[in-house]
């Protein structure tokens, strides 16, 4: 089969091959290496690699040869763990790290989580839109292909939506592909402190049913971890998107 474009002379190429069945523990870590590598491609999928010059018979007349000599190709990198639509920035926070003030402490002190809320719930749809597309240019630029993108810095209805309607136009414009997660149970917000499960019920009569009739979101999360959710508060939640 003929090529429509072939990338040629990498310096070197990593590729997981495809051994024929299921890595588990040091096998995950395995990636073949191959030198001088070539890669080609028809209809925006792979069609072979390989080393040294391609095999004639992928080369047709249109067929694309690029050099790549002296670059490294690697599959995408996929994210799997963001919160890309965000007002707002934490950074003062890191000197407190450094002073050994752990993050939940911070979240006590109002800090943390609920002061990204806090500029999160005072940014327009354009100015989450604009920035997490600059994050998203930087991280192409670093070769991340795939994003999970989380909402939870709305902890608010109208919030939690303008951060997974950023997500899906941003999934639909840019060239990384996104993976939209509603997790409105991320911390709890100021107006339900101290009354978490008014809030998760809150979560799950209003929330939830908004999020599946709209179709704005692929899975749900819940932050478990002391002093925010239970664990019998995460299962709660996480078993309703199933019913």
Avoid at 21 to 40: F, K, T
Wanted: proline content about 4%; aromatic content about 8%; overall charge negative.
């Amino acid at each position: 089969m003929v090529a429509e474009r072939i990338l040629m002379h990498f310096n070197q190429l990593l590729t997981p091959r495809d051994p024929g069945h299921p890595l588990a523990g040091e096998e995950m870590a395995q990636a073949e290496v191959i030198e001088d590598a070539y890669v080609a491609i028809k209809d925006g999928k792979i069609l072979a690699l390989g080393s040294g010059e391609p095999n004639q018979e992928l080369i047709g007349p249109e067929t694309d040869l690029i050099s790549y000599e002296g670059k490294l190709a690697t599959p995408g990198i996929i994210d799997c763990h963001t919160h890309l639509v965000y007002g707002g920035s934490r950074e003062h926070e890191f000197a407190q790290k450094l002073a050994g003030v752990s993050y939940l402490d911070i979240l006590a002190q109002g800090g943390g989580i609920l002061s990204t809320v806090r500029a999160t719930r005072a940014a327009d749809f354009d100015t989450l839109y604009q920035k997490s597309k600059r994050l998203l240019d930087y991280m192409l630029l670093h070769g991340v292909t795939t994003v999970e993108a989380k909402s939870g810095y709305g902890l608010d209805w109208e919030t939690e939506k303008r951060q997974l309607d950023v997500v899906a136009a941003l999934d639909r414009d840019h060239t990384i592909d996104l993976g939209s997660i509603f997790m409105a149970a991320h911390a709890i917000p100021e107006e339900y402190k101290g009354n978490s499960k008014a809030y998760l019920d809150t979560i799950v009569s209003e929330m939830l049913p908004k999020v599946k009739e709209e179709g704005l979101a692929e899975f749900c999360d819940i932050f478990c971890e002391k002093n925010v959710f239970t664990a019998d508060e995460s299962r709660y939640l996480l078993q309703k998107p199933k019913t």
